[in-house]
């Protein structure tokens, strides 16, 4: 059976850590941001931690 192939537009998107936690990128920062508050946009320039449950499906993927 051949081994299977990793998704490689999830390996753009998603970073996993020595701990196998996954995080993503915030969405939002495009356009529209003027009128948000500033811890609004300080928090969207750190990166998020993935839910266990979607957490689990993205590793799969990826490996």
Known sequence: ???MKTNKALT???SVSKNGKVS???TGQNHF???ESGN???SKRSD???FKTD???IL???V
């Open 1 to 3: 059976m051949p081994k």
């Open 12 to 14: 753009k998107k998603y």
């Open 24 to 26: 993503r990128r915030s």
């Open 33 to 35: 941001n003027a009128k």
């Open 40 to 42: 609004k946009t300080r």
């Open 48 to 50: 998020k931690r993935l």
């Open 55 to 57: 957490e689990k499906n």
């Open 60 to 62: 799969k993927a990826l």
